[in-house]
């Protein structure tokens, strides 16, 4: 584990944890070694009429993250990250920097498909 | 356009521009009414109920097939071509390989085309079912989408497909103006609009109507619930040129047989009669337009 | 106003046509002030009652559409082949793309050897906002033929949400689209409460229980109501009990009541008209508030 996505709504580790993954505000990379966040956009996937889960696993993988954790994630988005190596984390906590604490205190187990059903 | 195929019998889609207007009612006891055999085809694809109405004894089934790609992973350099060219998100390229999405895919054949190393083919993927049954003297041509597909139009023009040219259809279409309702309209060769005299009636008639000139095709009208007129629906049919079919009156009666999934034209006899009217007007109007186009 | 004291409710119908908009229209003014949302945008009606005042008008694109530039087409031919959606009508040695049918692949404009083909955003209607007596409106219209996505109706919510939290509003009201689609799942997932009004049918039943199945899905708490219950007592009872078992609450039932459509004439709710069905509607809207 070196860089963790977090789907957020807002900025900074104080800010919300967007249960929503595909149609998610913005993405927030934490870098575990440098301890930097780093802020992607993700209004691409939400413009998208069908498929916002899948850009979105798209910019995570090209974001060269390992890590997602996030509110629920859909099956076709699981599958990108899946077969791109990410580690799927279903997270309940309110704001990201909680959501960081639970991962690093081993709390949160990864998932192994996808914890809500497509949208169509 | 609507290409007109010498010697097939008539194709009349029943449509409105919302739900709830009574369009599953009209086509039922049309199709009950018709006098000849009629095929009666459920292009609501997303949600197909006459048979519950019709409850066929036996239905027979045929699967839906799209052709949707299939990657070899041993050939795929992972060079994103395919990804980039496909505008649903059907295909997706990670850079070392491509994941196919068959519920997104349009099957536009775009990522075959485009892939430098060969290494995508076609296979064929189930997007519905399409279930032929038999009532009384009614053919059921049914189409039903496959939970998760996004391709509706396609099972659309396979219920068209599986119609006969021998014998008259009834095409009950999806509410509302998008794309599924076209893709109805686009096999018939007549519409008939069901309303009602109500402001929501109204508008959303307009609505239809638009659709159906937007596609060159006539179109004629069905009151639901006709009572007193105080929106101007006649007034708007007239100048329109709408011919007004068939005014059913607004009778509770419609509403509780309905409700129990039976034929208010079996039923009560006098409605019987108002529905093989409607099947003589309509045979005319078709016959008019073939006429003025011949 | 922090997002969390924002409540949500979306009134759905499995068919269409089952008293939604009336309904919502009644809840609009009963809550006092909400805002409120148009969410079937294939035939929205809900202005036909509120009569919004628009202030802004938005257009939406989705998708793109094919468009040969005639003066550099060769006439080749290569779009009419390659298109599998019979998208190419020909008119002696001209080309045409007939936007009903074309679906937006960009198959022929990556592959024109002239380059002569645009792919430009497909204007597929437009959204508004709006005015009303019972508070700010945020409403769209689906242009004729074009698809129906989730997209339209999700930017209709986030407006309402940008309102909600701008104008310290704490309740959203939307009338849903019909059906179990695409569009309303988009109307759906995350509010705080879907009310499903129904009509005691043979189709009704059938189609609140796919709504039902959609909402257990997203997690969204579940309110039923039958609309025109008296017109089949038996099948109302029915669907109550199918309802209760699918885990939703039963939050009334509203009789068959001419004057339902009295109020749609004279661009009124039913309860700004004093009826029965008023009377109905106001014990459902007391019962679905305490949910939420």
Redesign the interface.
Known sequence: MKKIAFSTTGQTLGAELDPRFGRSIHFLIYDLELESTQLLDNQQSRNAAQGAGIQAAEIIVRAGADTLVTGHCGPKAFRVLDAAGIAVYNCAAPTVGEALIALRSGSLSPASSADVEGHW | MVAKTHGRAARIAIASGKGGTGKTTVSLNLAAMFGAPVQLADCDVEEPNLNLFLRCEQLTSTPVTMLIPEVDANRCTGCGACGELCQFRGIVSLGTRALVFPELCHGCGGCIRVCPSGAISENPHQIGTISVGQSRTIRLVEGRLEVGVSSVSPVIRAVHQQLRDDMPAILDAPPGTSCPVTATLLGADYVLLVTDPTPFGLHDLKLAVATARTLNLPCGVVINRAGEDQVGLYQYCQAEALPVLLSLPDDRQIAEITSRGDLVAHVLPEYGLMFTELADKLQQEVLKVAGGRA | MK?DHIRELVVLS?????GK?SISASFAVLAGKAVLTDC?V??A?LH?LLRPEVEQRHAFF???EAVIRQQDCTGCGTCLD?C??KAINTTGASYQVDP?AC?????CV??CPASAIDFPKRNCGEWMVSTTRCGPMVHAH?G????????LV?TVREQAWCIAVDKRIPLIISDGP?????PV??SM??VSLALVVT??????L??LQ?VLALAR??SVPAAVCVN?WD??PG?TERIEAAARSAGAEVTGRIR?D?SV?QA??Q?KAVVELTTAAADDIRLVWKQTAAML
């Not at chain 3, 679906?103 to 198959?107: A, D, I, K, M």
């Not at chain 3, 004729?144 to 997209?151: F, M």
């Not at chain 3, 019909?178 to 695409?182: A, D, M, R, S, T």
């Not at chain 3, 009509?199 to 009704?204: I, K, L, Q, W």
């Open positions: 997002k499995g068919k269409g046509g089952t908009t079937d294939d035939a009606d036909l989705s998708g793109n390659i599998r959606f009903v679906e937006g692949c960009g198959v990556r592959f689906l004729i033929a074009a698809e129906n996505s989730g997209k999700s019909p059906g179990i689609g695409c799942i988009a997932s995350g009509e005691p049918t043979v189709s009704g059938h189609d796919r899905h997203f025109k017109i089949n099948q068959y001419r459509t749609q004439h661009q």
